[in-house]
T-cell receptor, first 115, second 111 residues
C-alpha cells in the first residue's frame, strides 16, 4: 500500500519568506508526527497529532512554526519568516496507534533550503 | 548533554565482520527503546525494538541495560547491504508519541 508522502520533496526559499510543507499519512493512521533532521543529526521531534488536535507541540522551536491537521488526515507544517537556520530535512511520520509499539512510518522528507 | 548519545563512527568493516554499536541515554524514566536504520538520503525505518531480556532478529542482537542506561546493537556476518546509519531511539512518553533519536552511527561494510 501507499506509504507516507510529503510534498514538495525540495523547497528553496529566501530568508524571511513563508513556506508550507505538506504530509499525507498512511490511510487509517490516526497519529501523525513532524520531525526536523539537520545534517549529521538524528530526527528532532517537533509536534504530534492524534486525530485533528496537536497533542504535543513541545518540540516546535518558536512561534514561527505552526502545524495543522484540520480533517485528521493531511497535515501542513507552516514556517513564517524563514531563517537560514531553518534549513533541514523535515520528516513526517504516522502510526496506527500511540501505545507500546514504537514504530513510526516515515515519509521521504522535504529538504528545505533557506538562502 | 544530549539525551541520547551514540558514537558517530564511521565504522568501516569488511564483509562478514561482527560490529557492535553502543548508545547511552540520560533519562532513567525512559520507557521503550528501539534501533532505527536510515539509508543515505532516505527516511528512517524501524530495525528492531530493544527489550530488557535482550532480543535477536537474525544477524542482529539488541541489548538493554537499564541500570547503566545503555543500549547496544550487534550485527554478525555483516553484509554490504547493512551499510547505513543506525539510530538509537528512546521513548520517554511510554506511548511512542515522542521518540528521541540519537545522532546515529554510520556503518560502511566493505567488499
Amino acid at each position: 500500500g501507499a506509504g507516507v508522502s510529503q510534498t514538495p520533496s525540495n523547497k528553496v526559499t529566501e530568508k524571511g519568506k513563508y513556506v508550507e510543507l505538506r504530509c499525507d499519512p498512511i490511510s487509517g493512521h490516526t497519529a501523525l508526527y513532524w520531525y526536523r533532521q539537520s545534517l549529521g543529526q538524528g530526527p528532532e521531534f517537533l509536534i504530534y497529532f492524534q486525530g485533528t488536535g496537536a497533542a504535543d507541540d513541545s518540540g516546535l522551536p518558536n512561534d514561527r512554526f505552526f502545524a495543522v491537521r484540520p480533517e485528521g488526515s493531511v497535515s501542513t507544517l507552516k514556517i513564517q519568516r524563514t531563517e537560514r537556520g531553518d534549513s533541514a530535512v523535515y520528516l513526517c511520520a504516522s502510526s496506527p496507534r500511540t501505545s507500546g509499539v514504537g514504530e513510526q512510518f516515515f515519509g521521504p522528507g522535504t529538504r528545505l533550503t533557506v538562502l | 548533554r544530549k539525551e541520547v548519545e551514540q558514537d558517530p563512527g564511521p565504522f568501516n568493516v569488511p564483509e562478514g565482520a561482527t560490529v557492535a554499536f553502543n548508545c547511552t541515554y540520560s533519562n532513567s524514566a525512559s520507557q521503550s527503546f528501539f534501533w532505527y536504520r536510515q539509508d543515505c538520503r532516505k527516511e528512517p525505518k524501524l530495525l528492531m525494538s530493544v527489550y530488557s531480556s535482550g532480543n535477536e532478529d537474525g544477524r542482529f542482537t539488541a541489548q538493554l541495560n537499564r541500570a547503566s542506561q545503555y543500549i547496544s546493537l550487534l550485527i554478525r556476518d555483516s553484509k554490504l547491504s547493512d551499510s547505513a546509519t543506525y539510530l538509537c531511539v528512546v521513548d520517554y512518553s511510554g506511548s511512542a508519541r515522542q521518540l528521541t533519536f540519537g545522532s546515529g552511527t554510520q556503518l560502511t561494510v566493505l567488499p
